[in-house]
């Protein structure tokens, strides 16, 4: 199995603390397979030493407070209801390939996170994005902003992520080719989660598209997976 690009940059003393929060997230977690799905050893490894990257700074208390982990076959169907500003509320369908609950499960298809370790994928890791929503969950609603640490300033984090949001929506809105995922713009919690997944699958691309972005993200995740680069370089 690929290890895709997740795991590049760490070293080996980074690798060996991954074995171990990964070992100890598989004794705290309950991964479980829907529809039919076997959840095999190597697969629960996977999503798990994936989702452990996250953490890898920070510890395995960042993912207190749930247990479960649930693994579709593939894309999974959920029904929404939205009401308009005239108040109509619509239920439509919707076929996602992750999903994360706030004090609840995480939701993953498998064929994605096979994919993602097959082939890496700029800016595409399905278990990076649901479990930064995670982390961005801590403290409430995802809405891109998790709880900073002491050392790091709330309205720096706040002018860096609404500029970079604001410049993302303005190139949509323009037609211009974005500098990321286009499905960053929808809101702030999944701009979060989408520059989490460049942050770690090609944190060069994001250093040289949102800088600033990049330094707050090194700040909080205490990482930065471009080795032998200075943590205050743009």
């Known amino acids: 199995m690929h290890t895709g690009a997740v795991f590049g940059g760490l070293s080996a003393v980074e690798r060996a603390h991954l074995r171990e929060l990964t070992i100890l997230f598989l004794q705290r977690k309950a991964l479980s397979g829907a529809q039919g799905l076997e959840v095999t050893p190597e697969m629960a490894l996977a999503v798990a030493a994936q989702a ?3 953490i890898l700074e920070l510890g395995l208390d960042y993912y207190d407070g749930w ?9 999974f169907r959920v029904a929404r209801e939205t009401a308009d500003e005239a108040g109509v509320v619509s239920r439509e369908e919707q076929r996602l390939s992750g999903e994360s609950w706030s ?3 995480v939701i993953l298809s498998w064929d ?24 961005d ?3 409430g609603d995802a809405n891109g902003m998790p709880p900073l640490h002491s050392s790091m300033v709330r309205e720096q984090w706040t002018d860096v992520f609404s500029n970079a949001f604001e410049h993302l929506q303005h190139q949509l809105e323009c037609h211009h080719h974005p500098d990321i995922e286009p499905y ?4 702030p919690a ?22 600033a972005v990049y330094r707050q993200l090194m700040l909080f995740y205490r990482q930065n997976p471009l080795p032998g680069t200075d943590h205050g370089q743009s």
Not at 112 to 135: P, Q, T, W
Not at 184 to 187: C, G, I, L, R
Not at 190 to 211: G, H, W
């Open 137 to 139: 969950m801590l403290n």
């Open 190 to 211: 999944e701009f979060f989660a989408v520059v989490s997944e460049y942050f770690f699958t090609d944190p060069k691309l994001l250093r040289q598209r949102f800088p």
């Open 67 to 75: 247990v479960e982990i649930v693994i579709y076959p593939g894309a």
């Open 112 to 135: 994605e996170v096979a994919a993602d370790l097959a082939e890496s994928r700029s800016g595409r890791n399905v278990v990076i994005h649901e479990f930064a929503h995670k982390l």
């Open 52 to 54: 452990c990257v996250l």
């Open 103 to 105: 004090r609840g499960p």
């Open 184 to 187: 960053a713009a929808t809101n």
